[in-house]
């Protein structure tokens, strides 16, 4: 599903990342953890297109993705891949499920086959019943569980999920860990996540252990 290999990054004269490769195969759920300032983030960042690398390739489904620039860039993020952080990010002038259907609305996609999907996903996350909320008005774990449904509305090949719990309890912390393991048994969905939730590290498939910039396990 994705391949990166000898991926480097500079800041300034700080050297973040040391020849990073990774592979992750189609419907695992991969964890990247290790202490702060290891790169874990800026990793997640490059390979989710949002960041460029200084050097190194990255492939997903075998289509080297930093090939692409701007707009052609901008539709293939939008296509293949889905971003959860930590704070969600949702627009406040929107509904829940208006936000939900941002993305597939940007695509081109047919308003109501949009709004149909974004409401079967609303209704697998179990905040159906808020879809006309605005933002400001959802819990903590209801805004988060919004913003998975937005990761999603695309079908995306892999979501990249960046310390997805960090804001939330432990009560909706677990609830999150749970949900990202039904949606891949569900839709053998690909989810590479950076976190400091030990528990979440343990569910995952696999664990990439970060240090000075390097995997090191």
């Not at 592979?23 to 297109?49: D, R």
């Not at 960046?162 to 949606?183: M, R």
């Amino acid at each position: 599903m994705l391949t990166a290999k000898g991926i480097q990054k500079y800041y300034g004269n700080l050297w973040v990342l040391k020849g990073v490769t990774v592979n992750i195969a189609k419907g695992e759920i991969v964890s990247i953890v290790g202490p702060s300032g290891s790169g874990k983030s800026t990793l997640l960042h490059i390979l989710g297109t949002l960041d460029e690398p200084a050097s190194g390739e990255i492939f997903l489904q075998n289509k080297k993705i930093h090939d692409l620039k701007g707009r052609p860039l901008a539709a293939f993020r939008n296509k293949h891949i889905g971003f959860v952080f930590q704070f969600h990010h949702l627009l406040p002038e929107f509904s829940a499920l208006e936000n939900v259907c941002i993305p597939g609305w940007i695509a081109g996609r047919k308003k109501r086959e949009v709004e149909e999907q974004a409401l079967e996903l609303l209704r697998v996350l179990g905040v159906d019943h808020r879809i006309e909320n605005k933002p400001g008005a959802l819990s903590g774990g209801e805004q988060q569980r919004v913003a998975v449904a937005r990761a999603l509305i695309n079908n995306p090949d892999i979501v990249f999920a960046d310390e997805p719990t960090g804001n939330l309890d432990t009560a909706n912390a677990k609830e999150l860990h749970q949900l990202f393991f039904d949606l891949r048994n569900r839709f053998q969905q690909t989810f590479l996540i950076v976190t400091h939730n030990e528990e979440l590290a343990t569910m995952s498939d696999r664990v990439l252990h970060m240090k000075d910039g390097m995997i090191v396990n």
